[in-house]
């Protein structure tokens, strides 16, 4: 990649920018009693998602015109393209919005770059942490509100203690035989997209997805665990690609690791 194509992509600090934007505009919504509506797939979607994601295009718009973005409630509603260029922004202005609706503070919201099929920003806030995460001169770097950015890096496989992050929902039977096969001995129940971030800096260790998910719901947490020196791959051990608009930009199972 040339250093022109590698300044083009380091754009993390402004897709940062643009999430705090958004969380203090959902924020406020959080234990409110907000309505909560079904989408046509039977998930719910808040008012906060709706508000969000209008801030992020509009601030995507004006950052970076003619870049296409794929987003979650604009996706839910018209659908998705037939097809999409080489670079393009996936945006999930509320991933976990059953916690957010529950009052449990593990939601956040995301907007990562693709480029070529490979995540090369992007950014992650949790609003009721204040928490940020984002990709910046290849390294990810982690801020809390109001405090400094600080470089954060994923740690070393601790044997006997390692820390998997799994679904509220995964039964039991399910979480002993992921334990089996992947080695991990302490399973931690969260939402979202954070549980990429907690492996990026060094708070867990793997995330093993054997369910659906979608493109925009891992691509931020994707390219910030990746620039902390984690991985994401598919089961089969092969990089994991973006850009499926063929299949309505649906992820097939993958692993998210550590060190």
């Known amino acids: 990649m040339s250093d022109n194509a590698k300044n083009e992509n380091d754009i993390g600090q402004a897709l940062a920018e643009i999430c705090e934007a958004a969380a203090a505009l959902i924020l406020p919504l959080w234990r409110s009693?907000?309505?909560?509506?079904?989408?046509?797939?039977?998930?719910?979607?808040?008012?906060?998602?709706?508000?969000?994601?209008?801030?992020?295009?509009?601030?995507?718009?004006?950052?970076?015109?003619?870049?296409?973005?794929?987003?979650?409630e604009d996706?839910?509603?018209?659908?998705?393209?037939?097809?999409?260029?080489?670079?393009?922004?996936?945006?999930?202005?509320?991933d976990g919005t059953k916690a957010f609706v529950r009052g449990d503070p593990n939601f956040t919201v995301n907007i990562g770059l693709i480029q070529d099929g490979r995540?090369?920003?992007?950014?992650?806030?949790a609003p009721p942490s204040g928490e940020t995460w984002f990709t910046h001169?290849?390294?990810?770097?982690?801020?809390?509100?109001?405090?400094?950015?600080?470089?954060?890096?994923?740690?070393?496989?601790?044997?006997?203690?390692a820390v998997a992050l799994?679904?509220?929902?995964?039964?039991?039977?399910?979480?002993?035989?992921?334990?089996?096969?992947?080695?991990?001995?302490?399973?931690?129940a969260m939402d979202s997209s954070i549980k990429f971030c907690r492996i990026a800096e060094g708070s867990a260790d793997i995330y093993p997805r054997?369910?659906?998910?979608?493109?925009?719901?891992?691509?931020?947490?994707h390219a910030v665990l990746e620039a902390a020196g984690g991985s994401v791959l598919t089961l089969e051990g092969r990089p994991f690609a973006y850009g499926k608009a063929s299949e309505g930009f649906r992820n097939g199972w993958f692993v998210a690791r550590g060190g």
């Open 166 to 188: 799994v679904s509220h929902t995964m039964k039991e039977e399910t979480t002993r035989k992921l334990a089996e096969e992947y080695g991990f001995d302490v399973p931690e």
């Open 210 to 221: 054997h369910g659906p998910t979608m493109e925009w719901d891992i691509a931020a947490g």
């Open 137 to 161: 001169g290849g390294a990810a770097l982690k801020r809390v509100k109001g405090g400094t950015d600080a470089a954060v890096r994923v740690r070393r496989w601790p044997k006997g203690s």
């Open 119 to 125: 995540p090369v920003a992007g950014a992650v806030c």
């Open 33 to 72: 009693g907000v309505e909560v509506l079904t989408k046509a797939d039977e998930s719910p979607v808040t008012e906060a998602d709706q508000r969000g994601e209008k801030l992020i295009l509009e601030h995507l718009a004006r950052r970076f015109p003619g870049v296409p973005v794929i987003s979650e």
């Open 75 to 94: 996706a839910s509603e018209f659908g998705t393209p037939d097809a999409i260029g080489p670079r393009f922004f996936l945006v999930d202005p509320l």
